[in-house]
Structure formats: structure tokens, C-alpha cells
């Protein structure tokens, strides 16, 4: 019996959740799985909430809409936990994974508040890129802790597939991949 992982990331525009999104589709692909990475478009502007979604398979993908009932969320800002309901049909025993400096016990409480029982991860991306890149682009922790919670793949199969997506989509800017691997490999570490 096949088993489709959906996830589904909440984000801002300019974060990188599309970006984030639309590598796990071709980390996984790679991987020979079958997948779907896509935004969901509207009259977005820098710093507006984005949706976007993936889904991974072992079998043909036949279903082509959005999904709303998701395995895991991403939430990229944790701004958007009051702005937009984050946790909106996600499965009971999913887990969303959340962007946030402030302590995980902090988070819980918040989702609790809204009704929310499941399992909640946390990642500071912003520590993790201020760390590896200099700049606060939190998509690529937030891509190693997405894989890491849903055990999407083994970690370093994962990295292995990073490189070379990196090493193609930076062909003009290698400068930026070594990085890009730092962040991915201090969110493994980072993510709780």
C-alpha cells in the first residue's frame, strides 16, 4: 500500500517557503519518488502570507489541488500563527514544525489556545542563517527540519541531494553553496 506524505508551508512572501518547497520536490524526485511542489498564487506582495504545498509518493500522483488536509505544516514566520490557522485539517498525528525564537513550550501554549494537540517541532532559523549565511534566509533550515521531523529521506541522502540541486541552481553564484550546506546541516542538529 502506497503512502502519500502532504505538506503544506505557511510563509511570507520573500521568505523562500515557494523556494523551500519546489527544492523538497526535487530532492525527493531524485530520490525516485513521485511529487508535487507548488505555491498558491493570489495578489501576494512582499511580506503578505503565501501558501505552498508538496506532495511525495511512492506511486503516481493523481490528485492536482491544494491540499487541506495535510501530514505536516511548515510555518515559516511564527507571526502567522494568529494571522492565518496554520493548523487548519492537519492530521492528528502530523506534526507542525515552526520557525520561531521564542521558547517551544511558548509555542505549544499558543497553539493549545487555539485547539491545536499534536506535535509541534521547533527550528530557529534565524539563528541557524545568521550563523552559516551572514543574512536571514530561514528556507534552508526550514527545508532540514521538514525532512528531518517527516523522515522524508535519510539525512545524508538528503545533503548529498542538496548539493547538487545547490550546485545547479547557484551554478553562477557557488560562492553561496557552502552556506547554504552549513544552514542545512546545523538544522538537522537544531530542530526539537
Known amino acids: 500500500m502506497s503512502k502519500m506524505l502532504k505538506i503544506r508551508w505557511h510563509g511570507r512572501g520573500g521568505q523562500g517557503a515557494k523556494t523551500a518547497a519546489l527544492l523538497l520536490a526535487d530532492v525527493a ?15 501576494e506582495r512582499m511580506g503578505a502570507p503565501i501558501t505552498a504545498y508538496n506532495r511525495i509518493s511512492d506511486t503516481p500522483i493523481r490528485v492536482h489541488s491544494n491540499i487541506y488536509e495535510p501530514d505536516y505544516v511548515v510555518v515559516v514566520d511564527d507571526s502567522l500563527i494568529d494571522a492565518v490557522d496554520v493548523t487548519a485539517g492537519l492530521a492528528a498525528d502530523g506534526a507542525i514544525v515552526i520557525n520561531t525564537e521564542k521558547g517551544k513550550e511558548a509555542i505549544v501554549k499558543q497553539l493549545k489556545a487555539k485547539g491545536f494537540e499534536g506535535n509541534v517541532y521547533t527550528i530557529d532559523a534565524r539563528k541557524v542563517s545568521l550563523a552559516t549565511l551572514g543574512k536571514y534566509f530561514p528556507n534552508s533550515p526550514m527545508l532540514a527540519a521538514i525532512v528531518k521531523v517527516a523522515k522524508i529521506m535519510p539525512e545524508e541522502q538528503f545533503l548529498s541531494e542538496m548539493q547538487k540541486s545547490y550546485a545547479h541552481k547557484f551554478a553562477s553564484k557557488p560562492e553561496v553553496i557552502e552556506g547554504n550546506m552549513k544552514a542545512l546541516e546545523m538544522a538537522l542538529k537544531e530542530v526539537e
Not at 524526485?29 to 495578489?43: K, L, R
Open 29 to 43: 524526485f531524485s530520490t525516485g519518488s513521485y511529487v508535487q511542489g507548488f505555491p498558491e498564487y493570489g495578489p
